[in-house]
């Protein structure tokens, strides 16, 4: 027998590699094989409820890393939840309709014209149902737990009834309108935009500064006077019907020196102005309030037929421009609410595709309208004062990447006017993480217009409107029930397969078609409209789900989307918001903080990321990042994050190597533990609570922070660094070991179940060596509660100070160690100068102190330290080099170590150890290491 086999050295056949790319996909199809999910739902049937509301991604595609950040968090949640005492079940969504679908097929070759539309519609479906079974699989690989085999799908009947309820009921209740106000037009798309899907760049425009002669003074103006007014978008001069300005403005009729014209211009803009149009010289004739050039009526610049009306108007500023703001009601929101106000034509000259039409005139028609600068400008003359470039923030298609324009066309609308202040106040009754995004969801709210909820488009749920004969919209409560439970037999494409008449109640009748007949919308309803009812589709539809919802997590874009819409709706229906808290995430960034996208090469697909690292290096990354900002992630960032998970790793296995031989019935009570082993029981207890509570506040940074420090500082700095000198040393047997494996075994057992929201495969991967435990599965186990000790709080207190002379005598023995007066720290005879405080302190200690701090001997002394003397703070020390040999087996200098009968050269504590646990070794002899 060796000496070596005296020592009770760890072993485990946990690896200390992960391989993680390799097991993960062998544990989720475990998992899937024991139903893991619907186990877990089971046996929190009876428990209170929590319930998260998947927001539904975009089925197009391989999901990307923001998909991860979103998917992980949410089941760090739900995990976290359900082994918290909490019956949380989690439905994963998708939203299917709209355009990017149809962008696809088109660029696969598909020419929607020429198919029938049913035929077309159904292989919008087939795509988007392929692609919700790429994303479910690129989901499941992340080791997402949730009912993945029944998710809603918003192209799904019960899904599309659902949707024309919540509709039917706005409808019922006066919310649902037809408009012709501008709306955001995307002409890449040919159709009206949410605010949603609006996404803001930098733009370069010509600005025009032109003077509109006065026709109608009204008294005031003479008819030699000129207007001058100011535009970005040389094209809407085309349907130009008013002059804007503000009323309590100061204007100046300004007459230049070698000019037969007098001007009129915001006097506050002047001398910017004049040196513009090159006025070197000028006269102030007059000065007058906004408030008195009302109604004053000047000549189109062009156009002799059409009569521009001087208005007052709010959003008129003197930040740029002329004061004076030239108003074409069809083409802004400002522009048609002055111009409705004053009884102005609506007049829109540009079609769908971005076409000037024949109402902008025989020289415009045909053009598109950002190429009509050249015209304008001949069209304006002399008229034409000045113009320059700038750049500007301006609305974007999010999808095409366009420019849009605002364009009045007939659209129906979601009334937001009014019923406002009721979602106002239900914003002020939610919780929202971070807090700030309470003020941003509430201006959001507070400034938004009317939602314009239809769209020309195909692939998406038909507005189940109809017309009668004289052009009265029909949507009465008999009517959308109808039509909702047709698409719940059918799908919404039976709405495309059947005449109107096939689609309304038997026998229906109205006195607006007197034959009989009617019309069904040709018009989508917006997809924020599909996702946006989700609560009544999902969340109150479903027997396991509940309404409203406990939480809605999403990045920080759907402020103005998802949370927006849902915010609306359910306000609407039901008088309160869907989600009794919000969460909502930053933007995953590059390793540089840049944006990524595909044509920068800056994008990192989780699938790469599963297949290098594994899974679990993804969710620690998402734990270990501050997601209330944006967050960075590289592939040397997320090599970081794999370097941390291994020292946690590995520092499980020292535990679970150095517990394989301890029974639970080996457990020594709380009290019956040294001090030094309660300290470290007090101390991970606080871990437990800390973590506990960050999972209930969503603060899974605090949670990996908290972790690492404890794995890190305390066990392995601290309490596995000395363990040694105990766990391999001592009999087997012996109290002070079985003292530390009770702490191993309690700290492994419950940090297991503590990271397993984070890391669940390396968790069952754990679990699977902790035989002991009831639990086939740690997903099926319940996390561990926060315990009270006695004098708990003192302990802590006591050990805390002498951690901190610890840290103090260990710069002591790095100085001799620096100074070569020793290697290793055993080498060591460390002598303290102690104050009667840090005697105190070290008297009140029942552990071994060397051993604490891993030196051979150790000396307290209250004597005059020696001149040399090594001090730190108010503590003064010295250290030699430890008399006597080395141990062969405890590696401790001790005076007792010497050659025993049994070929062994150890010291009395290990003669004892050993002649008392293997005579049979000691009779025979040890075996004597061959010389080289």
Known sequence: MKLKETLNLGKTAFPMRAGLPNKEPQWQAEWDKKDLYHKRQKLNADKPAFFLHDGPPYANGNIHLGHALNKISKDIIIRSKSMMGYRAPYVPGWDTHGLPIEQVLAK??????????????QMCRDYALSQVDKQRQDFKRLGVSGDWENPYVTLNPDFEAAQIRVFGAMADKGYIYRGAK?????????????????????LVSTSLYYANKVKDGKGILDMDTYIVVWTTTPFTVTASRGLTVGADFIYAVVKPADDTRKYIVAEELLPELAERFGWDSYEIINRYNGSDLEYIKTEHPWDMAVEELVMVGDHVTLDSGTGIVHTAPGFGEDDYNVGIKYGLEVAVTVDSRGIMTEEAGPDFQGQFYDKVLPTVVDKLGDLLLASAEITHSYPFDWRTKKPIIWRAVPQWFASVAKFREDILAEIEKTDFYPSWGRTRLYNMIRDRGDWVISRQRSWGVPLPIFYAEDGTAIMTKEVTDHVADLFEKEGSIIWWKRDAKDLLPDGFSHPGSPNGKFIKETDIMDVWFDSGSSWEGVMNAREELGYPADLYLEGSDQYRGWFNSSLITSTAVNGHAPYKAVLSQGFVLDGKGEKMSKSKGNTILPNDVAKQYGAEIL???????????????????????????????????????????????????????????QYMTAKFNTLVKTILEAYENYDFMSAYKAVNNFLTVDLSAFYLDFAKDVVYIEAADSLV?????????????????LLTPILPHTSEEIWSYLEQEEEEFVQLAEMPEVETFENQEALLEIWETFMNFRTQAQ???EEARNGKLIGKSLEAHLTIYADQETKSLLDSLDSDIAQLLIVSQLTVTDAPAPAGALQFDDLTFTVEHAQGDVCDRCRRNDVTTKKRSYNAKICDHCAEIVEANFPEAVTQGFEVKAAK
Do not use: C
């Open 108 to 121: 696969k070759g598909v020419k929607r014209k020429e198919l029938d539309l049913v035929e077309y519609l």
């Open 619 to 677: 969710r620690l990354w998402v734990a270990s990042v501050d997601t209330d900002n944006d967050v960075r992630v590289s592939m040397e960032i997320l090599g970081q994050v794999s370097e941390s998970y291994r020292k946690i790793r590995n520092t499980l296995r020292f535990l679970l190597a150095n517990t394989s031989d301890f029974k639970k019935e080996d457990t020594v009570a709380y009290e019956n533990l040294r001090q030094v082993d």
């Open 811 to 813: 710069k002591a023995l």
């Open 737 to 753: 070991r079985r003292q530390m494996q009770t702490v191993f075994y309690d700290i492994l057992v419950k940090i297991t179940k």
């Open 182 to 202: 501008p709306v955001y037009w995307s002409w890449s798309s040919e159709s009206a935009l949410a605010e949603a899907e609006i996404e803001y760049h930098d």
